[in-house]
């Protein structure tokens, strides 16, 4: 046999209708055939579910009074019948077998057909699955790719300002609550447009994060609030004030998530006073 052979005899096999022969030869078979073991045992489990699909039907009560009276009258009417026909048993049975056979060959065509509908139902609900689990990865790329893009955007920022022939640079360091920590910001004093870089940070409790402050005559103006990353690490954007352009000292303090107005938490970087 070739292997389609063997498939439509995988059919057969899940309704319990092959005969010895053939049960052996597809056994051998699926001895080492994993394809074929696999789809005998959705064929076989498709089954099982119609057969406890199949909802128990009963006659109408005005129908199986019918048929009742029907078969008690049987006997009387043979008997009174003044030519009766005899047929031999031999013959009877013969001319039953063979719409008892395509009977029974259209049972099995239905049953396959029905086991059919069930694997293949399966199969695209196992498919269905697979999409999604791949359409998730793929939206997980996607986030992933974009935040890389973001962080190289940052870095060539970061580049171009620190190269800039234009712009300020001033050195943060770590007071005795992060000695460990360091910073830079630098600054376009035309366009007041400045970043923060960031190294060492301890990782801010839950509900808290840091905050950038610029301090002008002793006065702190909020800047932006932020995390950082496992090392400590952050690069931040934000527009100076004014007033803060000139002889101005900036500072990080830990404050709440939402940020404050006015410095509440302990200071962690900090930029020479002038």
């Not at 128990?56 to 008997?79: F, G, K, N, V, Y």
């Not at 360091?182 to 970043?195: I, K, Q, S």
Request: proline letters at 7%; glycine letters at 6%.
């Amino acid at each position: 046999m070739n292997h389609q052979e063997y498939q439509e005899l995988v059919g057969l096999q899940a309704l319990g209708a092959l005969d010895p022969p053939d049960a052996r030869a597809l056994a051998e078979h699926l001895a080492t055939c994993a394809p074929c073991r696999a789809e005998l045992i959705e064929m076989e489990d498709a089954a099982g579910l119609l057969a406890h699909a199949a909802m128990p039907a009963e006659p109408r009560a005005d129908l199986r009074q019918q048929m009742l009276t029907s078969i008690r009258r049987l006997p009387h009417e043979h008997l009174s019948a003044t030519s009766p026909r005899v047929v031999h048993l031999s013959d009877r049975r013969q001319s039953r077998v063979g719409p008892n056979l395509w009977q029974m060959a259209a049972a099995i065509a239905m049953v396959a057909l029905l086991i059919g509908i069930v694997v293949l139902w399966r199969r695209d609900v196992r498919l269905q699955r697979e999409i999604a689990g791949l359409s998730r990865q793929l939206n997980s790329q996607q986030r992933e790719l974009a935040l890389e893009r973001e962080a190289l955007a940052q870095e060539r920022e970061a580049l171009a300002m620190l190269t800039s022939p234009h712009t300020k640079r001033m050195e943060l360091g770590g007071t005795k609550t992060a000695q460990n920590a360091r910073g830079t910001f630098v600054l376009d004093p035309r366009t007041g447009h400045g970043m923060l870089m960031t190294e060492g940070l301890p990782a801010p409790p839950p509900e808290m994060a840091y905050e950038l402050w610029f301090i002008a005559n002793g006065r702190p103006m909020p800047g932006k609030v932020f995390t950082v990353d496992a090392a400590g690490r952050a690069m931040i954007t934000d527009q100076v004030p004014v007033e803060a352009r000139e002889n101005a000292v900036y500072a990080i303090t830990l404050e709440p998530k939402q940020g404050v107005t006015s410095p509440t938490g302990a200071i962690y970087l900090s930029s020479p006073s002038s």
